[in-house]
């Protein structure tokens, strides 16, 4: 395996870490299915919001809402929080401080258009703590932006 798969495969494996812990911890986070991924697609763009399925890992319900169905989910889209999880194994401050992560592009597009329907989610799958950010309070906290572009051969 080359060094940028198993990379991938370990990034992988810590957001699936990260969002089995929030869903642990019984605040009404769920993993989304495909389908309930595409319900969510579906919903916002009837609402002239730009959402990218892989924009998002996990989604937050504050009320009884089946992801299964499209128009359960139309109903109540207010009750839906999306949510990016940025994880990490390794030591990091309190509050994350002193955490190195990337955003790409589509996170950024998505969150300006869902505005308060989406959010970042910090995970330490070792420690177990986590913390909910908006795009704005993420850059409020950046003590700096280093903008790079990610190209795959």
Do not use: C
Not at 93 to 98: Q, S
Not at 124 to 149: C, D, V
Request: proline content about 2%.
């Amino acid at each position: 395996m080359s060094a940028t798969a198993d990379a991938k495969t370990t990034r992988n494996t810590t957001a699936r870490r990260a969002a089995e812990i929030l869903v642990a911890k019984s605040l009404g986070y769920a993993i989304p299915t495909p389908k309930q991924k595409r319900n969510l697609v579906v919903a916002f763009a009837k609402r002239n919001m730009i959402l990218y399925g892989k924009a998002f890992d996990i989604v937050r319900l504050s009320g009884q809402v089946d992801l299964d169905y499209l128009e359960e989910v139309e109903r109540h889209l207010e009750q839906v929080t999306l949510y990016e999880i940025k994880s990490t194994a390794k030591k990091v401050g309190r509050d994350f401080e002193g955490y190195f992560f990337g955003v790409t592009a589509a996170e950024l597009l998505v969150s300006q258009s869902l505005r308060d329907r989406f959010k970042f989610v910090f995970v330490n799958t070792t420690t177990k703590a986590h913390l909910e950010l908006s795009l704005s309070q993420m850059f409020a906290r950046a003590k700096g932006i280093y903008p790079t572009w990610s190209i795959l051969f």
